[in-house]
C-alpha cells in the first residue's frame, strides 16, 4: 500500500475574504540588451507609481541561455503536496537597488517588487519609449528578446514553478512587444496543520512587432477566490472502508488466479484431475473467495 492511502485529497475554491493588501512579484530575468538603455515600472488601478528600478538589481551580462529553457509553451501541473511542503523554504532576494556593469550587451534583473492587490502592470521598456527620459534609446539597441528564471506572486518558494520559469521569448525585431496577460490565483496548501499561501497563475501572451511601444509588459490581475489544496488524514472508519475496498479488490483477483490456474491445470493434466478437484468440494478456503466475489 503506498503512504497516501490514509490521506485524502481534496480542491476547494472559497471567495478570497482576506483582502490582503499587498504582496511581492519576484522576479529574475535576462533581457538581451544593456541595463542603462532599460526602463521598469508598475503601474496600477491605484495610480500608485514608482520606479521599480529603484528596488530592482540590474546587473551587466552576457545573453547566454541555458539549453534547457523552453522557447515553446510549457506544461505546468500543480505540484505535488509532498514536494510543496518539503521544499517549502520561503527565500529572498536580498540585495536592493544594485546596478553593476550596466554598459554589458545584456541585462539581468532581479528581486523583489511591492505590488497592491489589484490589476496592474509590471513593464521593461527602452528609455525614450512611450514617455520621456534624458535618454533615448538608439533604435538598434532595442532587443526584448528575454529569458526568465523566476517569476511569481507572493512568498518566493524557489523550488515552486511557475508558468513563466525557464522560459525564453525571442525577436529578430528591434521594435516588438511581449505582452504577457497574467490571472493569479492565491492558492493555499494544507496538510497535517502546516500551510502554505501561495499564488499560482495562468497565463496567455501577445506578441506585435512594429506597431506599439517596444517592451516587455506583465499585465496581471487577482482572481477574487482562492483554491485550497488540502491533504486530510482520514478517519478510522474512513479509512477500514477504504482498507477493505482494496482487500476486496485483492480477493477478487486472487479468486480470478485461482480460477485460470485451475483451467491451466486442467489443460495440462486433463480430466483426472479435474475430478480431483471436485472431490473436495466444500470446506476449502478458496472457496470463500467465490463468495467474496458475489458480493
Ligand atoms: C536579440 O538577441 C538575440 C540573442 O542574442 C538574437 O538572437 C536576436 O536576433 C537579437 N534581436 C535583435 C533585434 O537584434
Known sequence: MDRSAGFIRTFDAFLDEVVRKDLVINLDLVVAMPCNYIHTNVRDATDDRFLAAELLNY???????????????????????????????????????????????????????????????????????????????????????HAISEFSYGEFF???????????????????????????????????G????????????????GRYV??????????????VIEEKRLSFWQFVVRLVTILGGIMVVAGWLYKLLDKALLLTFGKEFAKRGEEKKSGGLLDKVEEFEKI
Open 59 to 145: 546587473q551587466g551580462a552576457v545573453f547566454n541561455i541555458p539549453h534547457w529553457y523552453q522557447e515553446s509553451d510549457k506544461k505546468i501541473v500543480t505540484p505535488e503536496l509532498e514536494q510543496v511542503l518539503e521544499r517549502s523554504v520561503p527565500a529572498a532576494f536580498q540585495m536592493k537597488g544594485e546596478h553593476r556593469d550596466e554598459g554589458a550587451p545584456a541585462c539581468r534583473i532581479y528581486g523583489a517588487i511591492p505590488v497592491n492587490r489589484v490589476k496592474g502592470e509590471f513593464h521593461i521598456t527602452g528609455k525614450g519609449y512611450g514617455y520621456r527620459d534624458r535618454t533615448h534609446t538608439p533604435m538598434q539597441a532595442l532587443n526584448f528578446t
Open 158 to 192: 524557489p523550488f515552486l514553478d511557475n508558468p513563466l520559469d525557464m522560459t525564453i521569448k525571442s525577436t529578430n525585431e528591434n521594435i516588438h512587444s511581449f505582452r504577457y496577460h497574467i490571472s493569479v490565483v492565491p492558492t493555499l496548501y494544507r496538510k497535517l
Open 194 to 209: 502546516l500551510e502554505i499561501d501561495t499564488n499560482q497563475y495562468s497565463l496567455s501572451l501577445t506578441e506585435s512587432s
Open 214 to 227: 517596444p517592451g516587455i509588459f506583465f499585465q496581471y490581475d487577482f482572481e477574487p477566490i482562492k483554491m
